[in-house]
């Protein structure tokens, strides 16, 4: 709770405050999260089976107007419990979360980031959620929190996302509240090569 990404995101969290954001932080690096077992016991439950952070965290997803996930850099991929995490809560929700806002915030101690910071990517655009992006890749470096505050370039491009989220939060809200409603998609249409 107190590493390099956790630096990465006070930074974001303190521009958001700015721009009059609310945040809440929740950290699951130091808890146990299995991964899913396609039981497919949410889709009739409404959530997962697995009574842990998961289903905690979804009321507070289902409630959000944005996003913004986490994770250092592990043999260029995202933490572990952490995708175990995303799989089950986008999975096992039931509600949509098509216009609520996501970013991602990935630190690394060299390099493997871009490729971390893709993997969640995946979620949002999979769930027809706009990302908000910043001057450069989400990312920090450093070994220690005390490395990534002198990467003076990932602390710009974190305060940089906190304001283009705010403002793309802002936008969102004033198109609803001005009767924009949001795109009523087709029924969504699988391929399937069954003969």
Same mark, same amino acid.
């Given at each position: 709770?107190?590493?390099?990404?956790?630096?990465?995101?006070? #930074?974001?969290?303190?521009?958001?405050?700015?721009?009059?954001? @609310?945040?809440?932080?929740? *950290?699951?690096? *130091?808890?146990?999260?299995?991964?899913?077992?396609?039981?497919?016991?949410?889709?009739? +439950? /409404? #959530?997962? &089976?697995?009574?842990?952070? &998961?289903?905690? &965290?979804? %009321?507070?997803? +289902? #409630?959000?107007? /944005?996003?913004?996930?986490?994770?250092?850099?592990?043999?260029?991929?995202? *933490?572990?419990? !952490?995708?175990?995490? !995303?799989?089950?809560? $986008? =999975?096992?929700?039931? =509600?949509? +979360?098509? $216009?609520?806002?996501?970013?991602?915030? &990935?630190?690394?101690?060299?390099?493997?980031?871009?490729?971390? =910071?893709?993997?969640?990517?995946?979620?949002?655009?999979?769930? /027809?959620?706009?990302?908000?992006?910043?001057?450069?890749?989400?990312?920090?470096?450093?070994?220690?929190?005390?490395?990534?505050?002198?990467?003076? @370039? /990932?602390?710009?491009?974190?305060?940089?996302?906190?304001?283009?989220?705010?403002?793309? !939060? +802002?936008?969102? @809200?004033?198109?609803? *509240?001005?009767?924009? %409603?949001?795109?009523?998609? #087709?029924?969504?249409?699988?391929?399937?090569?069954?003969?």
């Amino acid at each position: 709770p107190k590493g390099c990404t956790a630096r990465a995101f006070d #930074e974001v969290e303190k521009t958001l405050h700015e721009q009059g954001i @609310e945040t809440e932080r929740v *950290n699951i690096g *130091n808890k146990a999260i299995r991964g899913c077992i396609g039981c497919y016991q949410c889709q009739t +439950k /409404g #959530e997962c &089976v697995f009574k842990d952070q &998961v289903n905690e &965290v979804a %009321s507070l997803f +289902k #409630e959000a107007d /944005g996003v913004i996930i986490g994770t250092p850099t592990y043999y260029a991929h995202p *933490n572990g419990g !952490l995708m175990a995490f !995303l799989d089950r809560l $986008f =999975f096992s929700t039931p =509600f949509s +979360k098509a $216009f609520k806002v996501g970013a991602t915030v &990935v630190s690394s101690r060299r390099a493997g980031s871009t490729s971390a =910071f893709d993997d969640i990517n995946k979620y949002f655009t999979i769930s /027809g959620m706009p990302i908000a992006s910043s001057t450069y890749w989400n990312e920090v470096h450093g070994f220690t929190p005390e490395d990534v505050r002198q990467d003076l @370039e /990932g602390m710009q491009t974190m305060r940089t996302l906190g304001q283009n989220m705010a403002w793309l !939060l +802002k936008c969102i @809200e004033a198109g609803k *509240n001005a009767g924009i %409603s949001y795109p009523v998609h #087709e029924e969504i249409t699988f391929t399937n090569f069954i003969r």
